[in-house]
């Protein structure tokens, strides 16, 4: 353990921050498997709405900091195809 204060309150802000990143991505996580859930189910309009949730949820994200803007994108992009490709 630390002794330096400063190097103490950084430990407690780094545990905060990884905290906080763990809870944002579990959500993207779920966002994403709803819309593969919805894609398997064969129902185009409910995996349409998830895909707003999950685009909206991962972009957010983002502007977090959490993920990369490209990461981010390619993650949209990969839902945003397998939606499209649905019959």
Do not use: C, P, Q
């Not at 994200?61 to 990969?78: D, I």
């Amino acid at each position: 353990m630390a002794n330096i204060k400063s190097a103490k309150k950084r430990i407690l802000v780094n545990r905060t921050k990884a905290d906080r990143n763990k809870a944002i991505r579990s959500g993207v996580k779920t966002a994403m498997k709803k819309v593969f859930a919805a894609i398997e189910s064969g129902n185009k309009e409910a995996a349409v709405a998830e895909l707003a949730a999950a685009t909206k949820t991962i972009e957010m994200a983002a502007t977090k900091g959490v993920y990369h803007k490209n990461n981010a994108a390619r993650k949209v992009s990969r839902l945003s195809k397998a939606v499209n490709e649905m019959a």
